[in-house]
């Protein structure tokens, strides 16, 4: 099996276009992005790189659950455990964000939740680095990996950028709650780092249900 993807270079991983060289990018401006936050002083410019953190973390995990652990789960042996693993620590992330999004700058216990969070990144970008992604390298061919990071890149873009306890870990529930929630959250980045007010939340939220519904009700008859 072919050792980590982290000192791999690009020819190897199969091209820049290639999945592993578009997951790795992401992995190092998360890692860019932490490292930010955690030079700046409380203020605008720290606020506004957690976000860009979550935004990223939460559209590429999205992509990730929606395109790349299926393939992981087809091709590679074991590959059951190896992306419930990391679903599970999606799962984590997606907890504790949810969390720091209900409490104030400054807040002791927002900050250490925001340092779980890092943490728990870090580790996942290990765990995907060091363990799943080569042994997708190992079954899949350059061409391959290519056509699966071009369709990764287009989930990537319309992805929900929030935590969204609704929305499943996996296709197809994921896929479908993902375009009202990606709706809800890119009006939602839209308004800057300001929150909006309680009329425009109430509204996006009545909005949002009204499509997680539908969304909900096409999984349904889907299953029949």
């Known amino acids: 099996m072919p050792g980590t993807i982290e000192q791999q270079t690009v020819e190897q991983l199969g091209g820049p276009s290639s999945v592993l060289a578009r997951q790795r990018r992401d992995h190092a401006e998360m890692d860019r992005l932490m490292e930010r936050y955690r030079a700046l002083a409380d203020g605008e ?9 979550v935004q990223l973390v ?4 999205f992509a990730e659950e929606t395109v790349l652990w299926p393939a992981v789960r087809r091709s590679v042996t074991h590959g059951e ?3 419930s693993r990391v679903e599970e620590e999606h799962q984590q992330i997606n907890d504790l964000v949810a969390g720091i999004e209900r409490l104030d700058p400054g807040d002791p216990e927002r900050e250490e939740k925001v340092e779980r969070v890092f943490a728990l ?3 996942d970008i290990r765990d995907e680095e060091d ?13 391959r990996l290519r056509r699966l990071g071009a369709a990764w890149e287009t989930v990537r873009r319309t992805a929900p950028t929030h935590p969204h306890p609704v929305v499943p870990r996996r296709p197809p529930g994921n896929a479908l709650l993902g375009v009202p929630l990606s709706l809800y959250d890119r009006i939602r980045d839209g ?9 425009v939340r109430r509204v ?17 008859r889907k299953r029949r």
């Open 81 to 83: 455990e190896l992306t």
């Open 121 to 123: 990144i870090r580790q």
């Open 131 to 143: 363990l799943v992604l080569p042994r997708l390298q190992e079954a899949l061919d350059d061409a």
């Open 45 to 53: 410019d720290r606020e506004r790189t957690l976000k860009e953190v």
């Open 204 to 220: 996006l939220t009545g909005l949002t249900g009204l499509l997680v519904s539908a969304a909900v009700a096409a999984i349904v």
């Open 58 to 61: 939460f559209s590429h995990a």
């Open 191 to 199: 308004l800057g780092p300001v929150l909006p007010s309680v009329v």
